[in-house]
């Protein structure tokens, strides 16, 4: 397939993309995404489409969603000035705080949205997979909300190490299912969660988590999280007396960021930047730098840049932080890196756990490791354009990192 584009087709592609044209009739971003799925999954796909142009835009739907966004969700989330962090990096740095929606992090804004979605196609019961968990969470949280019973397949190795997230979800009333086959990770529990859909796609929702997978996931998932850089934008004008210079926003599938920056493609003074996991270096396996080092093909049902080797197998991946450590991203960023309107840059993990105590110093904020990968990236900028005016979206709250984060970050000696 060919993804070498032209400098005329960057420009017409951009233009398409300003205009709201992309995804194309085919679900495609120019050379990317598209619908790669088993015959099986086409209908249910369809329907889902089908869904989505009935609803998604109508007054009602968005009536209902804006109010449960509001009341549950919280929103609008606050920009806050990071006045510690001006000073230190010599820049106006301002945070749109994700980390205050209900349940810690922006995956509630797409679960809330799909869930309620689902109810009105009548579906019977919501499909959903987790890694890490914090999607699982949102949905098991989203589907009790909304009155439909909730099944999360988590792998068995997931399941494990994520147990603190197993329990929240058994406790907002939903199912988790153990998936013992495959890499007994979020890859199998993919792969578990499709094949029942398939298996039953009128009574059942598959609801996505991040803004990857075949037409229409990337679509969907893209538009319910616009409101971060929706409401981002308007709080800039308000409150920091203009759009910012550049915003940043840390990739893992894309979810938070395509959320952050498609509000903002159109203002061509603001500079974005995406920054992946760079783990613990350029190694092969050592890292998530999806954009940064990976490759096109086709993983979940899109095609996109991914990390895989010669023969077409999906490389490990490594990253501090659960929520950045995927193989893939989303069709939309590999569109945006090719045209040069995002700029994908990578933070290690190193470099993340300590810009996170910076962060929790300086402004009393315990971000998730995830989002610190942001603040990497907006400190290396700040200190190449001095005085700027930066925008950092802020994914989530660092609670549930606490395992990880009392092993690298000890006490200070002494301390009880
Ligand atoms: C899941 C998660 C991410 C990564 O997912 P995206 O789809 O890339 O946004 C980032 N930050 C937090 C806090 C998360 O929970």
């Known amino acids: ?28 971003f120019g050379p990317y995404g598209g619908r790669y799925a088993p015959e099986t999954l086409v209908p249910a796909l369809e329907r889902l489409e089908a869904g989505i142009r009935e609803h998604l835009n109508s007054a009602d739907y968005q009536a209902e969603l804006g109010a449960e966004l509001r009341e549950w969700v919280g929103r609008p989330t606050a920009l806050t000035h990071a006045r510690g962090l001006s000073a230190r990096w010599g820049a106006d740095v301002w945070f749109k705080r994700e980390d205050l929606a209900h349940t810690g992090a922006h995956k509630i804004n797409n679960a809330l949205g799909q869930a309620l979605l689902a109810r009105r196609l009548g579906a019977k019961r919501v499909i959903a997979e987790t890694g890490a968990g914090q999607h699982g969470v949102a949905t098991a949280a989203a589907c009790a909300r909304v009155g439909i019973p909730c099944i999360v397949y988590m792998g068995e190795v997931d399941v494990a190490r994520q147990a603190p997230n197993v329990d929240r979800m058994y406790q907002l009333g939903a199912e988790v299912v153990p998936v013992t086959g495959g890499d007994r990770t979020l890859r199998a529990a993919i792969d578990e969660a ?14 996505l988590g991040s803004a990857v997978g075949p037409h229409p996931y990337p679509y969907l998932v893209r538009e319910l999280q616009s409101v971060i850089g929706r409401e981002a934008r308007a709080q800039m004008l308000e409150l920091a007396g203009g759009l910012p210079d550049a915003a940043f926003a840390c990739v893992g599938g894309g979810s938070n960021a395509i959320g952050l920056f498609y509000p903002l493609l159109g203002d061509a003074g603001t500079a974005l ?81 300590e810009a996170l105590r910076e962060c929790c110093s300086s402004e009393g904020i315990l971000s998730a490791i995830e989002s610190a990968h942001a603040f990497v990236g907006a400190r290396r900028w700040a200190r190449d354009n001095p005085g700027k005016r930066i925008l950092i979206g802020l994914s989530g709250r660092g609670d549930k990192d606490m395992p990880t984060l009392s092993k690298v970050l000890p006490r200070p000696a002494g301390a009880q």
Request: glycine letters at 14%; aromatic letters at 6%; proline letters at 5%.
């Open 273 to 353: 930047f995406g920054v992946e996991a760079g783990g613990r270096g350029p190694g092969l396996g050592d890292n998530s730098a999806t954009l940064a080092t990976g490759t096109p093909g086709v993983l979940h049902g899109s095609y996109s840049v991914l990390l895989h080797d010669r023969d077409g197998q999906i490389q490990e991946t490594h990253s501090v932080s659960a929520g950045l450590d995927y193989p893939g991203v989303g069709p939309e960023h590999s569109l945006l890196k090719a045209i040069g309107r995002v700029e994908y840059i990578s933070a290690t993990d190193e470099e993340a756990l």
């Open 1 to 28: 397939m060919q993804t070498e584009l032209t400098e005329e087709q960057c420009r017409d592609l951009l233009q398409r993309e300003l205009a709201g044209e992309l995804p194309d009739a085919h679900g495609r």
């Open 194 to 207: 499709f094949r029942d859909w398939v298996a039953d796609p009128e009574g059942s929702y598959y609801l």
